[in-house]
């Protein structure tokens, strides 16, 4: 599994904030091109982001679906990739000082990635969390919060 963690100098809440902004993702979540649709209730169970992910004109257009929440400490998503099935993503946030950890396990759940899952899939997937989190963390640093 891809467990990797970061150390946000800002407050829980300004993490949470920005996982709560649906519209947001296309801004630090590595490969998403576009955010088509969020729905109302984001990130309530069941509620689901519409989106274009890929490299160059190699994309998919799928979904990702809220499947646990425990407001301002856990988000847990299933993320669609199309022919190549879905991952379970959790993002676990929490105060560390007057800062904040964020940890995200990912691993593959459905469809062929799921089934061949193997060393060089493990890599990949923590290479790209590696850079989402870097991502989040410069988006929440530079967000202006009320």
Not at 67 to 85: D, Y
Request: glycine content about 8%; charged content about 25%.
């Amino acid at each position: 599994m891809a467990v990797l963690n970061v150390v946000i100098e800002r407050p829980p809440e300004a993490v949470w904030a920005l996982l709560e902004d649906g519209h947001s993702y296309a801004d630090w979540v590595v490969g998403t091109q576009h955010i088509h649709e969020v729905d109302e209730t984001w990130p309530a169970v069941g509620s689901c982001i519409r989106f274009t992910a890929g490299v160059g004109r190699f994309t998919i257009h799928d979904t990702t679906t809220v499947r646990r929440l425990e407001p301002g400490r856990e988000l847990e998503l299933e993320a669609r990739g199309g022919q190549f099935g879905s991952a379970r993503i959790s993002f676990d946030v929490r105060p560390w000082g007057k800062n904040t950890l964020v940890i995200i396990d990912e691993h593959p759940l459905r469809g062929p990635t799921a089934r061949w899952h193997n060393a060089v899939l493990e890599v990949l997937l923590r290479v790209r969390n590696r850079r989402m989190l870097e991502n989040l963390n410069h988006a929440v640093k530079n967000r202006t919060f009320p």
